[in-house]
Structures are given as structure tokens and as C-alpha cells.
């Protein structure tokens, strides 16, 4: 992996080396706004709240006994591939390997969602990471803020997973330990890391990585709108050969790269 950033921990995959559908662990990137949490399982619990019909907490061995599925999905930040913009972005320079593709295990959120059983007026699904920091630049809200990010009730019910293991193996601290969202075809700010609260509201989310963090101006009807950025656009990316690379002439040459 190459480091980009210490602390927090911000770790690129070295795209080049791209050989299978499947990213290893040690090469999965890792994205983080603050530094990562020490969380034990023993006293690690889920609080589900808001418009729900009761208020429930969930630890490690309730969530365990939910029926387990997998699904192999896709995780790339918003911000891969910055460095290569004109004019300049301020935020991590990522160049091609803030990506990854990975088998999740886990249980569906909806599962989860329906144990506290969804009120008539519930919208949005709040999930938020037991880490937490202070934002530096401004705009910026006063004090500590956890990383946070909220999914429609839709998305929610529809293919998102509570994730415990990635490839087999148990999530790694830097990937969420004990448990994370998978949020299929979304960019990776969806998929949030040592999630620790669920919160059901009536009203749109605008935390700080829903509204001035990954976030865009779109310009549909009318005045341009703060939207914030969900699925994820097609692209495809060439893996082999490097930007660098000298290719020698007259021979054959196997171009990889990935969709
Ligand atoms: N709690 C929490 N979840 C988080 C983040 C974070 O900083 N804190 N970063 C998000 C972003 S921006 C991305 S791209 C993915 C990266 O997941 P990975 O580190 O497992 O590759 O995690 C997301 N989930
Ligand atoms: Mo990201």
C-alpha cells in the first residue's frame, strides 16, 4: 500500500498490481477521517433510535444470531483518482488505487431496521461510526463531530449490508472492526466504518460528510442545489500498463485494468 496520509491512516492500492476480480485485504485501501477507534467486542453495542416503533441495542452476540449473507461489492472513494484534476482539488491526491473490490459478510440492514420496526414517517437512516474528531478548515461545526452519512429508507430496505468479514476475515480495525456498512454501488463515504449508532429520522440528513464533504452543486431546475453524492458513475480504469511504464514495440503486451 502507499502511504498518503498517517494520521489518519490513508492508504493507496497499488492499482498496478490489479490481477483478479477479487482485491486482497492487504491490498484494499483504507480512507480515514479520523484516527481509527479501539473498539472491544464485549462492550461494542448497535443503538438503533428515532422514528422507529421501539428504541433498540444490539451487541455482538444478538447481531451474530441474525441470518448471515454475502455480497461482493465494490468500494471507491469519491476522491480517487483527484490528483489527476485541472485545476487542483485540495483533499487526499489519490491517484488510481482508492478502490476495491471485496466479498462482504454480514447481515442486511433491513433486518437489523426491522427488529426496531420503522415509524410512518421515517425518511432517512442516519449511520454513524464510533470515531470521531474535529474539523480543521472551515466551514466547519465547533467541537468534535463522529463520521456520519445517511441513506434513504429505500436504499436502506434494499441491498445494504452490516458487515463483520471481508473475504473471508474478520474486519480489520482499519476497515471497521467489529462491524461496517456495505453500501452497493454507492461511493465508499456510504459505507461507514465501526458503526455504532443507526439513527431513523423524518427529515433529511445534512451532517458534515452529507453536506459540505461529499457533497456537489447540481444545476437541474433553477438555482444550483448542495445534492450529496450517492451512486457511484461508470468508469473504467487501465491497471497495465502504468502511466510510467515503458512498453517495449513489436511484442505483445497484456493490458489489465478493471470496470
Ligand atoms: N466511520 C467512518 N467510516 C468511513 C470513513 C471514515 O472516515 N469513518 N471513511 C469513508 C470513506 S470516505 C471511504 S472511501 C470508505 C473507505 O473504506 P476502506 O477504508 O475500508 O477502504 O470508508 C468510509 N467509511
Ligand atoms: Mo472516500
Redesign the pocket.
Known amino acids: 500500500l502507499i502511504l498518503r496520509q498517517s494520521q489518519?491512516l490513508n492508504l493507496e492500492s497499488p492499482f498496478g498490481a490489479l490481477d483478479g476480480f477479487i482485491t486482497r485485504n492487504e491490498n484494499?485501501?483504507?480512507?480515514?477521517?479520523?484516527p481509527i477507534p479501539e473498539i472491544s467486542r464485549d462492550t461494542w453495542r448497535l443503538k438503533i433510535t428515532g422514528e422507529v416503533q421501539r428504541a433498540i441495542e444490539l451487541n455482538w452476540d444478538d447481531l451474530r444470531a441474525m441470518p448471515e449473507t454475502s455480497v461482493t461489492a465494490t468500494?471507491?472513494?469519491?476522491?480517487n483518482g483527484r490528483v489527476f484534476l485541472t485545476p487542483h482539488v485540495e483533499g487526499a491526491q489519490w491517484e488510481r488505487g482508492?478502490v476495491?473490490n471485496a466479498e462482504w459478510t454480514g447481515v442486511r440492514l433491513t433486518e437489523v431496521l426491522q427488529r426496531a420496526g420503522l415509524t410512518a414517517s421515517a425518511r432517512e437512516v442516519i449511520l454513524?461510526?464510533?470515531?470521531r474528531g474535529e474539523i480543521e478548515s472551515p466551514p466547519r461545526p465547533g467541537g468534535e463531530i463522529?463520521?456520519a452519512?445517511s441513506l434513504s429508507v429505500a436504499k436502506a430496505n434494499d441491498d445494504v449490508l452490516l458487515a463483520w468479514r471481508m473475504n473471508g476475515q474478520e474486519l480489520s480495525p482499519?476497515?471497521?472492526f467489529p462491524l461496517?456498512?456495505i453500501v452497493p454501488g454507492w461511493?465508499?463515504?456510504?459505507?461507514?466504518?465501526?458503526?455504532s449508532a443507526i439513527t431513523v429520522t423524518a427529515e433529511p440528513f445534512h451532517g458534515y460528510?452529507q453536506s459540505v464533504d461529499?457533497a456537489y452543486w447540481q444545476r437541474e431546475s433553477g438555482a444550483p442545489s448542495l445534492v450529496p453524492i450517492t451512486a457511484m458513475q461508470v468508469k473504467a480504469q487501465i491497471a497495465r500498463p502504468d502511466p510510467a511504464e515503458q512498453v517495449p514495440v513489436g511484442q505483445s503486451y497484456l493490458v489489465r485494468g478493471a470496470a
Open positions: 489518519p484494499f485501501f483504507v480512507r480515514c477521517h479520523f468500494i471507491e472513494c469519491a476522491g482508492a476495491g454513524s461510526g464510533a470515531d463522529h463520521y452519512r482499519a476497515h471497521g461496517r456498512a461511493y465508499g463515504m456510504a459505507a461507514v466504518k465501526w458503526l460528510y461529499y
